[in-house]
């Protein structure tokens, strides 16, 4: 099977993203689909038909998952052309439009959640900004669309396996071409860095817990043989299960600070993820908010952390006091 990488830019000063064509004999394939721009599609459209041919080539799209810097170009190419987009049942409301009313208690639900842990009123601008750019017609398509992937699907005679990873989103899904050892992991995995575990609020529902289950979903790696993984992120890389011990001893060592930070006295999760990175510009506070709200919920299941009710704000502490 011949892949072709095609990078993407995105809104955020980290890295591009990574959209990859599959061709196998005269069948085509598209995982993911790059951030909705008027360059991005440009640049897209035109890796598509130096490799294709044309939009009508292509076979089918996967999202790995339910992000629009992985989803944003998918109402466009169905403007093209009407193509199978498969993405996992558990990220199909990040994909499709949700009515009006679901959008707004999220947002309230949302914004509850922000005030009691710690998040000042001037930064819940946030929540309007997240309904406007995720939720937007630009980026989303028809429930009628969308196909709930499986555990396994065919392209041409290579058969391409499914692995559920929640994680970075309850959806994640990461794909793996065993007769290759070739391993497509979205936002599971990089080479480098750190997959945020963003918090997100697509619907009012109890708060999924990104860390934990990304975490127990890392085993994946380590048990498949893989030759090469292909990111959403960065470069390729073959040493995964190097990269894999990294993220853990990465993740052990944030819990250590974490544990530091609320032994001294007890802290709202916005003031953990400033004491946390406090070298990162304000600006940055939901990625600082969202790898804080991680690490409390595994310290939580490990019993390390408790927590109490103070002037209706909660209050984290160790304990190990």
Aim: negative net charge.
């Amino acid at each position: 099977m011949e892949i072709k990488i095609v990078k993407l830019k995105i809104p955020w000063p980290f890295f591009e993203v990574n959209v990859f064509i599959l061709k196998e004999g005269d069948r085509f394939a598209l995982i993911d689909t790059g951030f909705p721009t008027e360059e991005n599609f440009y640049e897209l459209e035109k890796a598509i038909f130096d490799i294709c041919g044309g939009w009508q080539k292509l076979e089918f799209i996967i999202l790995t998952h339910g992000h629009p810097d992985h989803y944003g170009n998918a109402r466009e190419i169905l403007n093209k052309v009407k193509v199978p987009i498969f993405v996992h049942e558990k990220d199909k409301d990040r994909v499709i439009e949700l009515p009006k009313e679901i959008r707004r208690e999220a947002a309230e639900f949302a914004v509850e959640f922000l005030i009691k842990n710690g998040v000042p009123q001037d930064k819940l601008s946030i929540v309007e900004r997240q309904s406007k750019s995720y939720f937007t017609r630009k980026y989303q398509v028809e429930e009628q669309d969308i196909i709930p992937i499986q555990d396994e699907i065919y392209f041409g005679g290579t058969k391409i396996r499914v692995f559920h990873t929640p994680g970075h989103t309850p959806g994640h899904i990461i794909l793996y071409i065993e007769r290759e050892g070739t391993i497509f992991s979205g936002d599971h995995i990089f080479s480098r860095g750190f997959p945020v575990p963003l918090l997100f609020f697509p619907k009012k529902e109890d708060r999924f817990r990104n860390l934990p289950n990304w975490l127990g979903n890392l085993k994946i790696l380590e048990e498949l043989d893989i030759s090469c993984v292909f990111p959403g992120h960065l470069e390729s890389f073959s040493n995964v299960k190097e990269v894999v011990s990294k993220m853990r001893k990465r993740v052990e060592k944030q819990k250590e600070k974490v544990l530091k930070i609320i032994s001294e006295s007890p802290k709202t999760l916005y003031e953990i993820g400033n004491l946390l990175y406090p070298d990162l510009p304000d600006e940055f506070w939901t990625f600082k908010f969202s790898e804080a709200q991680g690490y409390i919920d595994v310290l939580q299941d490990e019993g390390l952390v408790s927590e109490k009710i103070e002037n209706g704000q909660i209050k984290l502490l160790s304990r190990l006091c």
